[in-house]
Nanobody
Framework: QVQLVESGGGLVQAGGSLRLSCAASGRTFSNYVMGWFRQAPGKERELVAAIILSGGRRSYADSVKDRFSISRDNAKSTAYLQMNNPKPEDTAVYYC?????????????????WGQGTQVTVSS
């Protein structure tokens, strides 16, 4: 079992910045692909970004490319999502997820473990 706890959400102004953290426990963190997803009211959960075990390959949704950055610190068992220049349309509950594998999986159903989510609200 892997337990994931997100933190860092809150209210941010458009054009500002925010960093989300996802602390993992329970298994060897470096064995898991990590993903950040988000879900806005009335919408499906969608991938924001994913990062493979070593951090050498990353994948992003087109809507956040060049604004958001995913990273991981395997020594701290923590994944991060740096949100720069957020827009009101980025408002959602953000979830981190983990799966044992070797690719930057893009579908929610491919991930095994999930955090409880953290709300991010971007004001205009």
């Amino acid at each position: 079992q892997v337990q994931l706890v997100e933190s860092g959400g809150g209210l941010v102004q458009a054009g500002g910045s925010l960093r989300l953290s996802c602390a993992a426990s329970g298994r060897t963190f470096s064995n898991y692909v990590m993903g950040w997803f988000r879900q806005a009211p009335g919408k499906e959960r969608e991938l924001v970004a994913a990062i493979i075990l070593s951090g050498g390959r990353r994948s992003y949704a087109d809507s956040v490319k060049d604004r958001f950055s995913i990273s991981r610190d395997n020594a701290k068992s923590t994944a991060y999502l740096q949100m720069n220049n957020p827009k009101p349309e980025d408002t959602a509950v953000y979830y981190c997820a983990a799966v044992s594998g070797y690719s930057t999986y893009r579908r929610a159903e491919e991930y095994t473990y999930w955090g409880q989510g953290t709300q991010v609200t971007v004001s205009s």
